[in-house]
């Protein structure tokens, strides 16, 4: 594996390390500590600096007008754009065009005039409404909501969602709901406006995760259109799955970077903070605590750089984007911990991004499939075929 | 956790207000009848948290208060955000004092 870096991959990577330390780590000085998003004007403004870099709409294909980039490209920009304060969640404060429900690329001609084309515009908001207080990680047996077929124009849903993000502030979203037997060819995914009678956000739901909020949604017959069904009736599961294991990988990525940047500040105050006549970093105990940490980015680095490639190269990467979610979650959250260990007093506090960071990366240890799932994913496969 | 912010309302006088710890968290401002004028918010960027926050309103009070009521949460963004949209939810506006936030921007809840 060779992932020496080609001039255009360091040239963007340069690139977005500036913007980085010069336009966003500033404007942090003045936000709340778990402030997760800027001012109108200033997003503007800094819209307007990724759009000059060619870059604004990383997860959008070209021909919706996104950039051409590899996904090795796009896993080192993810690793960038994570190294600030809010970089986990809210990279570059969604500078860089923020998450897009790719699962809409797959919509009807007339779906992507109605929803797909206002959302790329950022006139519409979307939320993405899997998981249900039954499970999220195994939603072909999970999902409990049902849609029963009223006549030949509409489906009426219920039931309950949980863990949805930006649900009470969408204009529609993609709801998965049971319309067949058990199982994965039984659910179809709806787009269902927010604003139709029976769609209810009851609750937000408060995690570790102060900056932003999860939500409770309650359908109670909900009719929607059979013209909504995206994609085929029964063929919900397909969608929601094909594309999980690609933003698996910029997702494992920006773990990386929120870590290789806790790491530096580590290296850093262990240079200049003294105890008992010495600085921290002369002391063999905080010596393999970097090492430690060292190792643990380089590792998870060359997993999730291998994963793009395989995507890259067209190859199956399901496991290796599992290997990289799972890696750079867990050594993340570790060089997170150490960081702040070695900063005492200063790593709990809010003065530091540490104690944000320890916080979301506890939460990324469980978000977008357990670590205990991915290794369910990683042994399925390799039991079911060989390493090779 | 109950949803809305339930505690018995304070006097807003320096007396009670000086007793405040310097925790994070949410508060709810309120006139002589008790109706809520203004959802606040003692963020890590406050110097000395909710007391700080309502000594600051006790200086400059230009809303008349009579009562305030707090919550002490580590989770002050997000209970702030919940907190808005429950009174967006109850009365169809925000608090008096909160009208310079955009209520198209903030989200909807249908609490029941």
């Given at each position: 594996m060779d992932f020496t870096l080609n001039e255009e991959q360091t040239m963007i990577v340069d690139m977005v390390r500036k913007f980085v330390q010069q336009e966003i780590i500033p404007l942090e000085k003045d936000l709340d500590p778990d402030a997760d998003e800027v001012d109108h004007d200033t997003y503007v403004k800094l819209v307007e600096k990724t759009k000059a870099m060619g870059l604004y709409g990383l997860d959008t294909p070209p021909e919706y007008g996104g950039p051409d980039i590899s996904m090795v490209t796009r896993t080192l920009i993810a690793i960038e754009c994570s190294q600030h304060r809010a970089g986990l969640y809210v990279p570059c404060y969604n500078a860089f065009g923020g998450a897009r429900q790719a699962q809409l690329f797959e919509a009807t001609d007339a779906q992507k005039e109605?929803?797909?084309?206002?959302?790329?515009?950022?006139?519409?908001?979307?939320?993405?409404?899997?998981?249900?207080?039954?499970?999220?990680?195994?939603?072909?047996?999970?999902?409990?909501?049902?849609?029963?077929?009223?006549g030949n124009d509409h489906w009426v849903l219920n039931g309950t969602k949980l863990w949805i993000s930006g649900a009470d502030r969408a204009d529609y979203g993609l709801v998965f709901a049971r319309t067949g037997g058990e199982g994965r060819s039984g659910v179809t995914a709806f787009i269902v406006e927010t604003d139709w009678p029976g769609f209810n956000v009851t609750r937000v739901v408060h995690t570790l995760r102060s900056a932003k909020y999860a939500t409770e949604i309650h359908i109670e017959n909900l009719r929607v259109p059979h013209e909504n069904i995206l994609g085929e009736e029964g063929g919900g599961f397909a969608i929601a799955n094909d594309r999980l294991a690609?933003?698996?990988?910029?997702?494992?990525?920006?773990?990386?970077?929120?870590?290789?940047?806790?790491?530096?500040?580590?290296?850093e105050y262990s240079k200049i903070r003294e105890t008992f006549g010495a600085t921290l970093s002369s002391r063999q105990g905080i010596q393999w605590m970097l090492v430690e940490n060292e190792i643990d980015l380089r590792s998870a680095r060359l997993l999730v750089l291998d994963a793009a490639a395989k995507c890259d190269k067209g190859l199956p990467f399901r496991t290796e984007s599992a290997i990289a979610k799972l890696v750079c979650a867990e050594n993340g959250f570790r060089v997170v911990d150490r960081s702040m260990q070695i900063h005492g007093g200063l790593g709990v506090a809010k003065d530091l991004p540490l104690e944000r960071w320890f916080r979301e990366m506890r939460i990324r240890r469980i978000g977008e499939g357990p670590s205990e799932v991915q290794k369910h994913v990683i042994a399925r496969d390799i039991i079911g075929a060989?390493?090779? | 956790m109950s949803i809305r912010l339930d505690k018995p309302w304070i006097e807003f006088s320096k007396q009670s207000i000086d007793r405040l710890t310097g925790h994070l968290g949410v508060y709810q401002l309120a006139n002589a009848g008790k109706e809520i004028i203004y959802i606040g918010v003692a963020g890590a960027r406050s110097r000395f948290g909710l007391r700080g926050e309502l000594q600051k309103w006790l200086e400059l009070d230009d809303i008349a208060t009579s009562f305030f009521r707090l919550e002490v949460t580590m989770a002050y963004k997000t209970r702030h955000a919940e907190l808005l949209q429950i009174f967006l939810y109850d009365f169809k506006r925000l608090p008096l004092a909160n009208k310079n936030l955009n209520v198209k921007s903030m989200g909807r809840l249908n609490v029941g």
């Open positions: 109605k929803y797909l084309y206002p959302m790329l515009k950022g006139e519409k908001k979307v939320f993405f409404g899997l998981s249900e207080p039954s499970g999220g990680s195994d939603p072909a047996r999970a999902i409990q909501t049902k849609a029963v077929r009223d690609r933003q698996r990988v910029p997702y494992a990525a920006e773990c990386l970077g929120v870590a290789i940047r806790a790491h530096e500040m580590a290296v060989s390493l090779r | -």
